[in-house]
């Protein structure tokens, strides 16, 4: 069963860190190009970084640029996103999602079921 | 940055309607890289159109996608209970590893 399951979000205070984590399974991990996205509550969806299949490429947007870093062990599977210097704006659920083809830029075919982040005095 | 509107903001339908929702750009997007996801209260988006017409796996045939350039359409057919969601288009990137994803700000579809 293709799966993505976040772990690691919580409540932490603005000018703090935090790191997610994103489990993969039933697929293979080390071949796809993979992605976070978040979403402020009651709000739209915002794409926040990708790293490329062999985590040779990162992009990041530009509300986070600097600030955030997109990594992946692929030994494990896993994906992860270090936040730094953390903001009342970065407060949301952050989803892992899955890039669609193991080539180019794609549409997000596996998503997981998300994890929240609040960042609060 | 490409920016996607979509509209209307809220649709406001019955069961067995026919729902349009349309996502323009504002600048042109290769047919190849549109996407519409689905997304209920409290669940994750799921994939339903990708490379603007194709239907991604297990979704059902009352939806289609068209379009190009930079007006694209999400079209559901007959609206069942289930359909009743927020709709979000997304462009990526048409060279490798364009630096940009972007979503539109949303369609709610409601019952009404």
């Known amino acids: 069963q293709v799966q993505l399951v976040e772990s690691g979000g919580g409540v932490v205070q603005p000018g703090r860190s935090l790191r997610l984590s994103c489990a993969a399974s039933?697929?293979?991990?080390?071949?796809?190009?993979m992605h976070w996205v978040r979403q402020a509550p009651g709000k739209g969806l915002e794409w926040v970084a990708v790293?490329?299949?062999?985590?040779?490429?990162?992009y990041y947007a530009d509300s986070v640029k600097g600030r955030f870093t997109i990594s992946r062990d692929n030994s494990k599977n896993t994906l992860y996103l270090q936040m730094n210097s953390l903001r009342a704006e970065d407060t949301a659920v952050y989803y892992c999602?899955?890039?669609?083809?193991?080539?180019?830029?794609?549409?997000?075919?596996?998503w997981g079921q998300g994890t929240m982040v609040t960042v609060s005095s | 940055e490409i920016v996607l509107t979509q509209s209307p903001g809220t649709l406001s339908l019955s069961p067995g309607e026919r729902a349009t929702l349309s996502c323009r750009a504002s600048?042109?997007?290769?047919?190849?890289?549109l996407a519409w996801y689905q997304q209920k209260p409290g669940q994750a988006p799921r994939l339903l159109i990708y490379?603007?017409?194709s239907r991604a796996t297990g979704i059902p045939d009352r939806f289609s996608g068209s379009g190009s350039g930079t007006d694209f359409t999400l079209t559901i057919s007959r609206l069942e209970p289930e359909d009743f969601a927020v709709y979000y288009c997304?462009?990526?990137?048409?060279?490798?590893?364009?630096?940009?994803?972007?979503f539109g700000q949303g369609t709610k579809v409601e019952i009404k």
């Open positions: 490379g603007a017409s």
């Open positions: 999602a899955k890039g669609r083809r193991i080539v180019g830029p794609d549409a997000f075919d596996i």
């Open positions: 600048q042109s997007v290769s047919s190849s890289y």
């Open positions: 039933g697929f293979t991990f080390s071949s796809y190009g």
């Open positions: 997304q462009q990526y990137g048409s060279s490798p590893w364009s630096p940009m994803w972007t």
């Open positions: 790293i490329s299949y062999d985590g040779s490429n990162k």
